[in-house]
């Protein structure tokens, strides 16, 4: 069964940083790009980041101004997602998602998510 | 590209049709999916090339569309089906998704 999961979020203050991290199995990880997804509280989903398969080509949404890095370690099946200086407006649910496409796909499938609430 | 959905809630009977639709600001050709999201889950893929169902995904659940115009059809919409569907284009960068229908029970 294709299977991702998130870890890592949490309760952080305005300007801290935390690792996102998403594990990847029942598939080959390493033959798939990645993504990022966001879902801030109540609201709709918003695309955060991509990584090819090798992790060579990288994009980001241009509303992150530089202070999410995301990042791939195939030989652990591991996804990450480095989220600095986090501000009010990063609070959200984070999900990892499959791309089906070679970095020009539909995401599919996606993990349950994990939260990361920015607050003082 | 921008995605806008329509209408931003439909009320629908068990049995009935919907049909969604989603605007994108300029072509995506055909790169187009649509998700359906439940309360406390995260998205499940039901189309994707516009056209495609997904695997697993019943018959009544059909897209159309390319360009910058699509529509989702759900035919004979049963209880399981009452949630909230995002379109998603994967033409251009960057990927951007629609606000979501919600489709509830009338």
């Known amino acids: 069964e294709v299977q991702l999961v998130e870890s890592g979020g949490g309760l952080v203050k305005p300007g801290g940083s935390l690792r996102l991290s998403c594990g990847a199995s029942?598939?080959?990880?390493?033959?798939?790009?990645m993504n990022w997804v966001r879902q801030p509280p109540g609201k709709g989903l918003e695309w955060v980041a991509s990584?090819?398969?090798?992790?060579?080509?990288?994009q980001y949404a241009d509303s992150l101004e530089g202070r999410f890095t995301i990042s791939r370690d195939n030989a652990e099946n591991a996804l990450y997602l480095e989220v600095n200086n986090l501000r009010d407006e990063d609070t959200a649910l984070y999900y990892c998602?499959?791309?089906?496409?070679?970095?020009?796909?539909?995401?599919?499938?996606w993990g349950q998510g994990t939260q990361v609430i920015v607050s003082s | 590209i921008v995605m806008t959905q329509s209408p931003a809630t439909v009320s629908v009977s068990p049995g009935e049709s919907a049909t969604l639709f989603c605007r994108a600001t300029?072509?995506?050709?055909?790169?187009l999916a649509w998700y359906q999201q439940k309360p406390g889950q995260p998205p499940r893929l039901l189309i994707y090339?516009?056209?495609s169902r997904a695997t697993d995904i019943p018959a009544r659940f059909s897209g159309s569309g390319s360009g910058t115009e699509f529509t989702l059809t759900i035919s004979g919409l049963q209880s399981d089906d009452f949630a909230v569907y995002y379109c998603?284009?994967?033409?251009?960068?960057?990927?951007?998704f629609g606000q979501g229908t919600k489709v509830e029970i009338k």
């Open positions: 029942g598939f080959i990880f390493s033959s798939y790009s």
């Open positions: 090339d516009a056209t």
């Open positions: 998603h284009q994967y033409n251009e960068w960057p990927r951007a």
């Open positions: 300029e072509s995506v050709r055909s790169k």
């Open positions: 998602a499959r791309d089906l496409g070679g970095l020009r796909g539909w995401f599919d499938p």
């Open positions: 990584i090819s398969s090798t992790g060579s080509h990288i």
